[in-house]
């Protein structure tokens, strides 16, 4: 059997079909894993997610509890963390750290807090910039790399905008509430002339959307090109950011969405017609990850919004009705303005 990924106390058993799992079992006698999964995702503001698996943000310590059979161990214990599909120590996309008494800054680490003849409960911590993503998590008796490893499950790491040493970081309470949280909002369409505006459900939280999030940076070309680069970059949100932003159109990376501005939309729907991300994003993935006909400027914008919100980046919707276009594509700055508005009269060369 294996342990049950983010979810509650559940017992273990041999099974003839994972005869090598039953081997690793042995080595630590583990009975079972209580991820504490509520209290876990209280701390970390993810209980709304619609998920199996358990979302903590990363820098934030979470508990779980290890029960064996019969006596457990009298040596320390190391944890191991990988993520991607091939991890590795150099890009720290493979962390191992020993179980300790004293808390450990800045770091991967495992402190025990409690235990019993039977159990142990570890604060499990990771760093304030590490990678965001899926992350497998095993434990081995000892220290020695050589120590067979038992799989505890998955636990999904994103970025923490409640910790002042995440680049995300959000000092205002009711703009992360907003920002982070909330997965209404309104969006603005039309021109500067005639404003209009409908409820958007962004849905970060609805269920298997978090799974999506992360499928569409596994699907970039900037993972297709160099994954072992793409992953270890992962703990940047400019670069988590620049990578959904191309992923969700569809006509650069064959990603989400299919702009169309031509008024024959047959073959899809209406961009107007959209109230939200989410149906988007599952056709999406339904469709075998083929674009979903047709969104325009704030339908790019809402989905992108649902995805940054999702993996924990503080993100709100803004439309400019008067923007300046580069309608003959020279790329050069013609006009100059100062703060007040006011034409300046500056060369080509300023």
């Given at each position: 059997d294996t342990l049950s990924p983010g979810g509650a106390l559940r017992s273990l058993?041999?099974?003839?079909?994972?005869?090598?799992?039953?081997?690793?079992?042995?080595?630590?006698?583990?009975?079972?894993?209580?991820?504490?999964?509520?209290?876990?995702?209280?701390?970390?503001?993810?209980?709304?997610y619609n998920t199996q698996e358990l979302v903590v943000r990363r820098g934030k310590p979470f508990e779980a509890t290890l029960a064996f059979q019969g006596a457990r161990p009298s040596g320390s214990l190391?944890?191991?963390?990988?993520?991607?599909?091939?991890?590795?120590l150099q890009v720290e996309t493979r962390v191992a750290f020993t179980m300790t008494r004293t808390p450990r800054s800045g770091t991967w680490s495992a402190i025990q807090t409690s235990?019993?003849?039977?159990?142990?409960?570890?604060?499990?911590?990771?760093?304030?910039?590490?990678?965001?993503?899926?992350?497998?998590?095993?434990?081995?008796?000892?220290?020695?790399?050589?120590?067979?490893?038992?799989n505890l499950g998955t636990v999904v790491f994103i970025f923490n905008p409640w910790l002042t040493g995440d680049d995300v970081f959000?000092?205002?309470?009711?703009?992360?509430?907003?920002?982070?949280?909330?997965?209404?909002?309104?969006?603005?369409?039309?021109?500067?002339?005639?404003?209009?505006?409908?409820?958007?459900?962004?849905?970060?939280?609805?269920?298997?959307?978090?799974?999506?999030?992360?499928?569409?940076?596994?699907?970039?070309?900037?993972?297709?090109?160099?994954?072992?680069?793409?992953?270890a970059r992962r703990n940047d949100p400019k670069h988590?950011?620049?990578?959904?932003?191309?992923?969700?159109?569809?006509?650069?990376?064959?990603?989400?969405?299919q702009g169309n501005w031509?008024?024959?939309?047959?073959?899809?729907?209406?961009?107007?017609?959209?109230?939200?991300?989410?149906?988007?994003?599952?056709?999406w993935k339904a469709s075998g990850f083929k674009p979903v006909k047709y969104g325009q400027c704030w339908v790019f914008a809402g989905v992108l919004t649902t995805a940054l919100r999702c993996l924990g980046v503080p993100t709100r919707m803004i439309t400019n009705f008067n923007s300046a276009h580069d309608t003959d594509r020279s790329l050069t700055v013609d006009v100059y303005y100062d703060a007040s508005g006011n034409p300046l009269s500056m060369g080509l060369d300023s």
């Open positions: 058993g041999p099974t003839a079909a994972a005869a090598a799992e039953e081997e690793t079992m042995a080595a630590l006698n583990l009975a079972s894993i209580d991820w504490k999964r509520k209290e876990n995702t209280l701390a970390h503001h993810t209980h709304k190391t944890f191991i963390a990988e993520t991607g599909a091939t991890p590795a235990s019993d003849a039977n159990s142990v409960t570890v604060s499990i911590s990771s760093p304030p910039n590490a990678i965001i993503g899926r992350y497998t998590l095993s434990v081995t008796a000892g220290s020695g790399s050589s120590a067979p490893a038992t959000m000092p205002n309470n009711a703009e992360r509430e907003e920002y982070v949280l909330s997965e209404f909002g309104l969006v603005f369409m039309g021109s500067a002339n005639r404003i209009s505006q409908a409820g958007w459900n962004f849905g970060q939280f609805q269920d298997d959307i978090l799974n999506i999030c992360l499928i569409l940076l596994d699907r970039s070309r900037s993972y297709k090109q160099d994954a072992r680069r793409d992953l988590v950011g620049r990578v959904l932003s191309a992923m969700i159109n569809g006509n650069d990376d064959y990603g989400v969405l031509s008024g024959n939309y047959r073959g899809g729907q209406n961009p107007s017609s959209w109230m939200g991300s989410v149906d988007i994003l599952r056709q």
